[in-house]
């Protein structure tokens, strides 16, 4: 694949939120998770994890601490994308608290493309009350969830947004 290639890929995906009721496979969730665990991660530390979400109660349950967003029920599938603080911070100490929600977004965003490759929509979600999600999936004390990410097929046709343009990110040398 060439630059131009890797452009038009990344360009083509967007969120979706409208999904159809097909079904995610096993194998497909399963491909999404491997390429995730190719992502970089801090001192090859890999800390995150996922949890895997396809029963409609705890969709449900998941879409009240998203504030009632429906995409959260409709998509066949949610994974929850946790940041596992006791892999980085065992050894980066405190600072392993920031590296594993780096870790779990680079992870995340790993997981989007994926799908995207193989044909499927996602959202990534981030507003939630992180309690009433950790609660809700009976996380441990030491993984808090960084997104919620509905995959599926999505219904089409889905908008593409705008973009700024890319001169307006950019500071040489200083801010």
């Known amino acids: 694949m060439n630059s131009s290639e890797f452009y038009e890929f990344l360009s083509g995906r967007s969120s ?4 159809s009721p097909e ?3 096993d194998e497909e969730i399963e491909f999404i998770i491997r390429c995730a665990s190719a992502a970089p991660s801090a001192g090859n530390r890999e800390s995150w994890d996922v949890v895997i979400v396809t029963d409609e109660s705890i969709k449900e349950d998941l879409s ?3 504030f ?3 995409h959260l029920i409709t998509a066949p599938v949610i994974l929850a994308v946790c940041a596992n603080y006791v892999r980085s911070m065992s050894q980066y100490g405190e600072r392993g608290i920031l590296y594993g929600i780096e870790d779990a977004s680079i992870a995340c965003t790993y ?3 994926a799908a995207h490759s193989a044909g499927l929509h996602s959202c990534w979600t981030g ?3 992180d309690e009433a999600v950790s609660e809700i999936l009976d996380l441990p004390q030491h993984a808090r969830p960084v997104a919620l990410l509905a ?3 999505g219904k089409m046709p889905h908008k593409k947004t705008g973009r700024m343009p890319v001169l307006e990110h950019i500071h040489n040398d200083t801010w």
């Not at 979706?16 to 999904?19: D, G, I, N, S, W």
């Open 16 to 19: 979706v939120r409208e999904f």
């Open 23 to 25: 079904e995610v496979s």
């Open 64 to 66: 009240d601490a998203a």
């Open 68 to 70: 009632g967003q429906e």
């Open 111 to 113: 997981m989007m493309l």
């Open 127 to 129: 507003a939630f009350d």
């Open 151 to 153: 995959v599926g097929k």
